[in-house]
């Protein structure tokens, strides 16, 4: 979400005559867009915005935008008074604070500012790629659902981001033609719970229904969309997957805990039971599928044995990845306000790794399926004269040739296979 926040200032800005720089030093603007989903990604937003103090005292003209989840949508006058040498302080998604600022405009009436986040100028092909990655970039995510209302009780972002706001289809639609009209072959749709996307609106279509309208875009060869919830997950979604050949087979489904009183405590909503259900429903309905989980260890009041049903899962169903993370208290949250951090740090990092190995030896096992046969790569760059792509189920893939791979997708025989790629040729 920041990622795609962060194109969308740097084209606003490159609009308003500015072009990006390779040396801070030599920046007269600066956009700190931070995250605080862990407090170690916090730690480093910190560390990185207190570095700057010096070059703004050095350099006073020079203007430092604070942006994104340290900001929050509930007002930061604390961070005023700790940072005070940061000149503009930006809600998640929201640049118009900076360009208020930079222009010396002032913000009249709501509509001025949702009809510059959302692009509804008079250019239809502004603003969603900065002109410096125009015809480079070949996939882009695109936000459909800004927040989150399901508040599960150890995250910050529905403090952070506030709640659930579905984009309206038009505009969604609307900015995919725009990348598309740039160079993008694939976009990636982007909610905190991507699936509930038109849940809080009456009139607007399901996700099942706007991957169906996306389907019909020229030039669009491939959609994905992140993250979902297994409550969510229903059959209409299944279906549009399954029977439109744009939307890649593969599915970014949370479970965070094996262990049903780890995921009551979560407030997750369901039981290691019911995800797997979904996860058995995946299976049944695609030949070929990936699925990606995320997973929490050291939840406070984890025992040992609830840990090892997060192994059991695992196990049982075999997960394309595991995006596995330690337990970190944020302010504010049920977690923090009524749970001990009670697992100790060296017992979460032992867990980390156990969690760790055992996927590696998963994914290799998966990915050795794939040895010696074909598959589609579409192609988004080259690094070290090597060609880097992904197959519709988001193995990353690896070629060497002297062809100018870049936007093509082209049949790879896999030759060489690893836990976390895949090397092959054209």
């Known amino acids: ?39 170690s990604a916090e730690d480093k937003a910190i560390g990185r915005l207190t570095s700057l103090k010096g070059l703004k005292q050095r350099k006073p003209e020079l203007i430092i935008n604070l942006m994104g989840c340290m900001v929050g949508v509930r007002g930061y006058e604390a961070l005023q008074q700790r940072f005070p040498y940061v ?49 480079q970039q070949v996939s882009a995510f695109l936000p459909i659902v800004f927040g989150c209302s399901h508040a599960c009780s150890y995250c910050i972002i529905p403090l952070k981001r506030g709640r659930e706001i579905s984009r309206p289809p038009e505009e969604i639609l609307a ?74 087979p593969h599915f970014e489904l949370p479970i965070q805990a094996g262990d049903d009183q780890v995921l009551a405590a979560m407030r997750r909503g369901y039981t290691a039971a019911q995800y797997l259900e979904v996860v058995d429903k ?73 969690i760790e190995e055992l996927q590696k030896q998963i994914t290799t096992a998966i990915n050795q399926t794939y040895l010696g046969k074909q598959t589609p790569v579409l192609f988004e760059s080259k690094a070290k004269g090597r060609w880097r792509g992904r197959t519709p189920t988001n193995k990353l893939v690896f070629v060497e040739s002297d062809e100018n791979l870049l936007g093509q997708t082209r049949d790879v025989t896999i030759k060489w296979t690893g836990p976390w790629s895949m090397i092959g040729s054209v």
């Open 1 to 39: 979400m920041n990622n795609a926040d962060s194109l969308r200032v740097s084209a606003a800005l490159e609009d308003l005559g500015y072009h990006d720089c390779r040396q801070v030093e030599d920046a007269d603007v600066i956009v700190l867009n931070t995250c605080m989903v862990r407090q």
């Open 87 to 135: 000149d503009v302080f930006s809600q998640p998604s929201d640049p118009f604070p900076l360009i208020e600022k930079l222009t010396g405009s002032a913000r009249t009436v709501e509509n001025d500012r949702r009809r510059y986040i959302e692009n509804i100028l008079d250019d239809e092909y502004a603003y969603t790629l900065p002109q410096s990655i125009r015809g």
């Open 175 to 248: 900015d995919a033609r725009s990348l598309v009209h740039k160079g993008v072959k694939e976009i990636t749709l982007l909610g905190q719970i991507v699936d509930r996307y038109g849940l809080d609106q009456p009139d607007y279509p399901s996700l099942a229904q706007l991957l169906r309208s996306l389907h019909e875009v020229e030039g669009l060869e491939r959609i994905r969309f992140l993250t979902s919830h297994p409550n969510y997950m229903g059959d209409a979604l299944l279906d549009a997957v399954a029977e439109l050949p744009k939307v890649m």
């Open 282 to 354: 995946i299976h049944q309905r695609f030949e070929q599928v990936s699925i990606a989980i995320d997973l929490i260890v050291g939840f406070p009041g984890e025992s040992t044995e609830q840990f090892e049903r997060s192994v059991d899962i695992l196990n049982n169903m075999r997960p394309d990845m595991t995006h596995v993370a330690r337990y970190s208290p944020r302010e504010g949250t049920l977690s923090t306000r009524s749970m001990p951090d009670n697992v100790a740090d060296e017992e979460k990092w032992r867990r980390f790794r156990v």
